[in-house]
């Protein structure tokens, strides 16, 4: 196998064993991203010089008895592992895919990759703008393509971690997740993404977008390797009040056996007209699969689920209104002269944002505006309270939702990037996981006639990604969909 197509475990398994170094690995993955990426445009900044030289130390940085002995404590020493461009690097650039931070070099680093301390840094990869977007089209500089077909978007706003790990330019990569910035895109691309619970992983050092629903966690070619970098990531962080003080479990422990006795919920709500008929077949025959494997299905309602869309946009423009506000051109990022002051701050903001991020400023700060906030902020707080509540009453019932990722399979480049409206509605599926605040897993579930991945996503109860992990790792190792790879 060419050592870029490794999948994590398998790669530190080979360090361990010496039988690749991680200096051949890196170099094979950044051969890799020079011969694709012209094609896929996954990433905005590449750090080959930084990655090879972190891989040519990895030696050092382990026990000593044996040049790779301590690898196994850390499963990431020596691996090429690509980081979302919203999470800050110290001393490396962290755009956010916007023009506002273009040359912003952050002087501390993120917890998360702080946590995964000993990994290779492939690059930093391609988002929509302050992962404002569902397609990567709304990146101030490129947008990134599917590798499975390139007239075709990735997904977002993690397109660019998503279509890295799909065309093997990294082992697996980290992203955030806010209404289903990791899901929709491992979903489009034929991977695995995973968001945990919220507050399960520390959220310091992640550029914020709307700050009550943002979650980094992993994209990866397999449910395994998942957990293996859920293990690293999660946990306390008193540098993030919303991180919780809950207990990491072995994530990886869950995984193996049959599902006897998995209670499984299929929603009403999430299996609806217009949904892509082929989509619709993929989840039918992967429900009947876990039924095979010992899993009962029951049929459950989320009542409101189809408040959750405008809930969300709501909220989330709120939030981000209010954390973007900071980019006006004095301590930090683009700065455009003017006049005066106040014209300092508007061509600051004219020239740096972007269209999608303009459009949701402006929702936010109507909603919050003088005679609208109970109108808008505070109903749909109301209505999210509900929505979670529809979330409590199912995993009574329940153990795991089966659902979707997303009502279609990847759409073309363009197809709606003018209709803001139907943009909004591909994360359909996804978003009320993130007002509910619970984890979910999307994972590869067949292809449509096109060739086109279909993801199918598993929703948990609060803190227990276990149960999904389990379920998923069980249907991924007897379908293994997963294995197939785009022809670049």
């Keep these: 196998m060419k050592p870029y197509r490794l999948t994590l475990k398998k790669a530190q398994e080979m360090i361990s064993a010496k039988e690749i170094t991680p200096v051949e690995l890196a170099d094979a993955v ?3 991203i020079d ?21 040519r130390l990895t030696p050092t940085t382990v026990r000593s008895g044996s040049d790779y002995a301590g690898t196994l404590s850390n499963p990431v020493a020596g691996i090429p592992i690509a ?8 001393g ?8 506002i931070l273009e040359n912003f070099v952050p002087p501390y680093e993120s917890t998360v990759t702080e946590k995964l301390a000993g990994y290779v840094l492939v690059g930093k990869t391609n988002l929509d703008e302050f992962a404002m977007g569902s397609s990567t089209e709304n990146s101030a500089f490129f947008t990134t393509k599917n590798p499975w077909a390139i007239d075709r978007a990735p997904g977002g706003s993690s397109g660019g971690s998503a279509a890295a790990v799909a065309a093997d330019e990294c082992i697996a990569a980290l992203g955030s997740d806010t209404g289903g910035s990791i899901r929709q895109p491992a979903s489009f691309c034929g991977v695995v993404g995973l968001k945990p619970t919220y507050g399960r992983v520390s959220r310091y050092g992640l550029v914020a977008f709307a700050s009550s629903l ?42 193996g056996g049959n599902l006897k006795g998995l209670k499984v919920g299929l929603p009403d709500e999430y ?11 993929c989840i039918l025959k992967a429900i009947d699969e876990l039924s095979a494997q010992g899993a009962t299905t029951v049929k459950i309602n989320l009542p409101h689920t189809a408040y959750a869309v405008a809930t969300y946009y709501v909220l989330a423009t709120s939030e981000a209104s209010s954390n973007l506000a900071r980019y006006d051109g004095v301590k930090y990022g683009l700065r455009v002269d003017g006049d005066n002051l106040l014209d300092m701050y508007l061509k600051t903001r004219a020239a740096g944002f972007g269209n999608e991020v303009k459009r949701r400023i402006m929702l936010g700060s109507y909603a919050l505006s003088s005679g609208y906030y109970d109108a808008y902020y505070k109903k749909a707080q109301q209505v999210r309270t509900l929505i979670t509540m529809d979330f409590e009453e199912a995993f009574k019932k329940v153990d795991v939702i089966v659902t979707p990722t997303a009502p279609t399979t990847a759409f073309k480049i363009g197809e709606k990037a003018n209709d803001p409206l139907q943009m909004y509605l591909s994360d359909i599926f996804t978003i009320s996981v993130n007002l509910a ?7 590869p579930a067949g292809f449509d006639s096109r060739g086109l991945p279909v993801g199918l996503q598993l929703i948990g109860r609060p803190f227990d990604e276990e149960t999904i992990l389990k379920a998923a790792h069980a249907y991924e190792r007897t379908t293994q969909w997963n294995t197939r790879k785009p022809s670049l």
């Design 214 to 255: 943002d979650q980094i966690g992993p994209l990866t070619k397999t449910v395994e390797d998942s957990a293996i970098l859920l293990n690293l990531i999660s946990g306390r962080d008193p540098k993030d009040s919303t991180s919780a003080p809950v207990e990491v479990p072995d994530f990886t422990q869950a995984l």
């Design 30 to 32: 950044f051969d890799r």
């Design 271 to 281: 299996f609806i007209d217009g949904m892509d008929k082929e989509v619709h077949g």
């Design 92 to 99: 490396i650039r962290t755009t956010c895919s916007s023009r």
């Design 83 to 90: 980081i979302k461009d919203n999470m800050c690097t110290k």
């Design 437 to 443: 605040g619970v984890p979910a897993i999307s994972i």
């Design 35 to 55: 011969a694709v990426d012209k094609h896929v445009n996954a990433y905005v900044t590449v750090t080959r010089d930084i990655g090879v030289e972190q891989a």
